[in-house]
T-cell receptor
Framework: KAGVTQTPRYLIKTRGQQVTLSCSPI?????VSWYQQTPGQGLQFLFE???????NKGNFPGRFSGRQFSNSRSEMNVSTLELGDSALYLC???????????????FGSGTRLTVV | AQSVTQPDIHITVSEGASLELRCNYS??????LFWYVQSPGQGLQLLLK??????LVQGIKGFEAEFKRSQSSFNLRKPSVHWSDAAEYFC???????????FGKGTRLSVIA
């Protein structure tokens, strides 16, 4: 069965622009979580969606937002990009909510965002 | 809040040698514990997980981990490392309720001939 699909794989944007990243979870999975990965901070939780509802949000500014559609696909948006937003953005899906407890996450390959 | 510490940033082992990656967690009750592996440019792959029961957990690729409540540890082991095991390894902790997984900073494993 198909894994978690993230698009695009690579993205280069200019400071001040906005960007939208997409994640298609494994078929049947209703929970999607987003993480930002940087060399200095490691994996930091952005938000989690389950059945189109945001269940959790990490400690990120309001420039970072997300949503989930009825087919469980999720998008995250970053507005007014800053250099520090350069990172690997990882999406993870699981059948159930709350961090995939009891199921474990399945991660996508990520979107590498570079802000110049 | 729960937290995860991976004390070793980078470890180098010889191919065929044994491996132990350390993970310590901070949480008041028995947490849910995970080990993930990440190859360069890729996402994270689940190696194994612990929820309850037998404290020695077997995973994929010949890895195992042991939960030690008294030491708040969940160390990952492999008896004989292969060059293809070179990657970054992440320990993660979760708990029941409405909270996401928290990841350690990772340990980068290098394998030399």
């Amino acid at each position: 069965k198909a894994g978690v699909t993230q698009t695009p794989r690579y993205l280069i944007k200019t400071r001040g622009q906005q960007v939208t990243l997409s994640c298609s979870p494994i078929s049947g999975h209703r929970s999607v979580s987003w993480y930002q990965q940087t060399p200095g901070q490691g994996l930091q939780f952005l938000f989690e969606y389950f059945s189109e509802t945001q269940r959790n949000k990490g400690n990120f500014p309001g420039r970072f937002s997300g949503r989930q559609f009825s087919n469980s696909r999720s998008e995250m948006n970053v507005s007014t990009l800053e250099l520090g937003d350069s990172a690997l953005y990882l999406c993870a899906s699981s059948p159930g909510p709350s961090g995939g407890l009891g199921y474990g996450y399945t991660f996508g390959s990520g979107t590498r965002l570079t802000v110049v | 809040a729960q937290s995860v510490t991976q004390p070793d940033i980078h470890i180098t082992v010889s191919e065929g040698a044994s491996l132990e990656l350390r993970c310590n967690y901070s949480y008041g009750a028995t947490p849910y514990l995970f080990w993930y592996v990440q190859s360069p440019g890729q996402g994270l792959q689940l190696l194994l997980k612990y929820f309850s029961g037998d404290t020695l957990v077997q995973g994929i690729k010949g890895f195992e981990a042991e939960f030690k409540r008294s030491q708040s540890s969940f160390n990952l082991r492999k008896p004989s490392v292969h060059w293809s095991d070179a990657a970054e390894y992440f320990c993660a902790v979760g708990r029941s309720g409405n909270t996401p997984l928290v990841f350690g900073k990772g340990t980068r494993l290098s394998v030399i001939a």
